[in-house]
């Protein structure tokens, strides 16, 4: 199995540096380590923190959202939660900005970046406020410069700046535009405020996700006016829409620019480009055509050579462990009462579920747990037995995005192997949609092996079997596709689709990418 590596340790990496849907992403470079963020949305524990000791290799550390506080997250709200944060380091704290695009601007500091992190504190009440990014200037001034989701609040192309209180705990009044980019920079998103030799900077997105460009405002004063730059774009390279992400500059001098590609059901994968300044503005990539503007490069000498070990992301789990590890996400905030580790030696037990609000598909699924795609093709095998089944109990694994596909062992009259569909139809907040079985066998116990194989094309396809070694293939052949601001994810479930209680539970031994 050759797990996804940007490192081609010769001195050189390639793009994406991680194949994996972390979208949104801002790093801060804090004594010589770097950290890193991303938006997760209805998928929590949220906003993953990842470390890097040299912007190449990269390892999931810690979410900084262990759930969010309000009622409705309690059952998925697709396309809401946690967009775009930002994280900043100052005097000794680790600040991460997350908006709610239905609730307001929230914060959450820690001074160990591997521990606790405070529970949400609300910064602004506000309905369409997003992607707000903390400041710290030089004469003690705090401020904080967002944007706008036309989706709630009907503006879009403005960029504004608050002032704040010096400990992030509230902002200080309702703030002035200082951009709008409705002409130039349509759909302007994402700012990071920098300051950098006397000139302050809100790096910016625009042009939207998947055919944009990376925009850079530049003014001698905190509130404009602004001048603005496109510092890279596709040009003519294949990576479609460079942008959104965050700069940091090395000890020795050099600077790097982080920002994600969107690769439909893969998600926003994660790129690092070179960046140098030029006359005081920032250049990113490399000149190409002959247009002034930067491209994307596909390989690049590495910023840092560091001797000792790399860190990956390991995809696979043997549940040997107290705690779930970090890969997997619920689909809504996490209930301790849906799973217990160690039910048994190296197991992760799942409980069947009923869903009182809806259908019991795996859309609607609070307890549906999920997994980032982090390679382009892959193929994974899960051993999973049903316990104490009542009938309607099934449990298996899927695929899911807006369409998804699932195989399953259901309890009846008795046990059968199902592969089934799902079609989306409404792709925001609970949404809509329906499950349709296309093949049903059954089969004499409560044991199975499961086996999902993903093309590079993003097709897959099940299969299943009895001892582990002969593998009967499902004809169905499925195309992954994107969720509601997200990639397509691998998901595990346990649950009763005739919605009634039961006491039955589903154990996997394993997860194993091979």
Not at 75 to 92: E, K
Not at 423 to 442: F, R
């Amino acid at each position: 199995m050759k797990y996804w590596s940007a490192d081609l340790k010769n001195g050189e990496y390639r793009n994406p540096i991680l194949h994996t849907d972390y979208s949104d992403p801002d790093v801060i470079a804090v004594n010589g380590e770097f950290y890193m963020i991303a938006s997760s949305f209805t998928y929590l524990p949220g906003v993953p923190l990842l470390h890097s000791r040299d912007l190449v290799n990269w390892e999931l550390i810690n979410y900084c959202v262990k759930s969010i506080p309000f009622e409705g997250y309690d059952r998925p709200v697709h396309g809401s939660g946690t967009w775009a944060p930002a994280i900043r380091y100052h005097d000794g704290w680790f600040y991460v900005f997350v908006p709610l695009p239905d609730e307001g601007i929230f914060m959450t500091k820690a001074r160990d970046p591997y521990g606790e992190w405070s529970p949400l504190h609300c910064v602004k009440a506000a309905k369409g406020w997003i992607d707000p990014c903390p400041f710290w200037d030089e004469d003690g001034q705090a401020y904080m410069v967002h944007a706008f989701a036309n989706s709630r609040c009907g503006i879009k192309h403005r960029l504004d700046i608050c002032r704040m209180a010096e400990d992030a705990s509230a902002l200080l009044d309702e703030g002035v535009q200082v951009y709008d980019g409705e002409l130039q920079n349509p759909t302007i998103e994402g700012p990071k405020l920098y300051k950098r030799n006397g000139y302050y900077y809100i790096f910016a997105p625009a042009g939207g996700v998947e055919q944009g460009w990376q925009t850079v405002l530049r003014s001698e004063h905190i509130y404009g006016p602004y001048e603005a730059r496109i510092v890279m774009h596709q040009g003519d390279t294949a990576m479609n829409g460079p942008h959104q992400g965050g700069y940091v500059e090395l000890e020795d001098g050099s600077s790097w620019f982080i920002h994600f590609q969107d690769r439909d059901c893969y998600g926003r994968i994660v790129h690092l480009q070179p960046m140098c300044w030029v006359a005081d503005w920032p250049f990113i990539g490399l000149e190409r055509n002959g247009d002034g503007i930067g491209e994307p490069v596909q390989t690049w000498r590495k910023p840092l050579c560091l001797d000792g070990e790399e860190p990956f992301i390991n995809p696979s789990d043997e549940f040997e462990g107290s705690a779930l590890g970090l890969r997997w996400q619920w689909q809504a905030n996490p209930r301790q009462e849906w799973y217990r580790m160690g039910a048994r030696e190296s197991c992760l037990r799942l409980f069947s579920q009923r869903n009182p609000k809806r259908p019991n598909l795996l859309w609607y699924a609070p307890n549906l747990l999920t997994e980032m795609l982090v390679m382009p093709e892959f193929e994974v095998r899960v051993l999973l037995e049903l316990g104490d089944a009542r009938p309607g109990d099934k449990a298996g694994i899927a695929v899911i995005g807006h369409q998804y596909g699932g195989i399953c062992i259901r309890m009846d009259e008795g046990y059968s192997i199902q592969v089934f569909e799902g079609t989306v139809t409404g792709k925001v907040y609970e949404g809509a949609a329906e499950e349709k079985v296309l093949y049903s066998k059954q089969i004499p116990s409560s044991r199975v092996y499961l086996r999902m194989t993903f093309a590079d094309d993003g097709s897959f396809r099940f299969g299943y079997s009895m001892n582990g070694i002969r593998y009967f293939d499902m004809s169905q052949v499925f195309q992954a596709s994107k969720s509601t601001w997200t990639g397509a994810k691998f998901a595990l479930y346990c649950l009763n689709d005739l919605n009634n209680e039961s006491d039955g539970y589903c154990d996997i031994d394993y997860v194993r990418y091979e």
